[in-house]
């Protein structure tokens, strides 16, 4: 489950009943189209937090009722008004799905140095590697790993890694 800053499903209005249930005044796009939805995240104090979903009813218009998992009274739920509420991303897409377009990119450094540009993709069980023609002539293989990936450039085509000191420099 991942938060996604872009889909606002509505803002909790007020809570509904005695059983920790809360109303959600609706986004326009989600009049009449209510997607299936396991957790959603709310923005607390400018922060996104998740909450699994144990029941929804959607009685019509601009309205959406939802209930929490072990937010069951009045009290526990009477908080979240006024909370902008998110929908996920549903399961985080693997680095693996679509991996090949990034075959032509090119790679720089966080310290705007260019490593190379991606020649293939290298799938091991459990490591991606990105194999790099570098500017030399030679060849690199480095981890593609979300920790060491800073941005992709779709666009551009231009892929910004941390990589850790000397990680270029090996044979």
């Known amino acids: 489950m991942a938060y996604n800053p872009d889909i606002l499903l509505g803002r909790i209005s007020k ?12 986004e326009k796009a989600f009049i009449g189209k209510i997607p299936e939805m396991e957790s959603v995240f709310l923005e607390i104090e400018g922060k996104p937090v998740p909450f699994f979903i144990e029941n929804s009813d959607y009685p019509g218009a601009d309205i959406l009722r939802l209930k929490f998992l072990w937010y069951d009274t009045f009290e526990k739920a009477a908080g979240f008004t006024g909370c902008r509420v998110f929908l996920t991303t549903g399961k985080r897409k693997k680095p693996e799905a679509g991996i090949g377009i990034l075959k ?6 966080s310290d705007s140095s260019f490593v190379g540009t991606v020649s293939s993709i290298v799938e091991n069980p459990g490591n991606m590697l ?3 023609a570098a500017p030399d002539g030679g060849e690199l293989l480095l981890p593609f790993h979300e920790n060491l990936i800073v941005s992709i450039d779709k666009r551009k085509k231009l892929i910004v890694m941390d990589l850790p000191e000397g990680l270029t420099d090996l044979d």
């Open 15 to 26: 809570t509904h009943g005695f059983d920790g249930t809360v109303t959600i005044k609706l």
């Open 104 to 109: 032509g990119y090119k790679v720089f450094n």
């Open 130 to 132: 990105l194999a790099i």
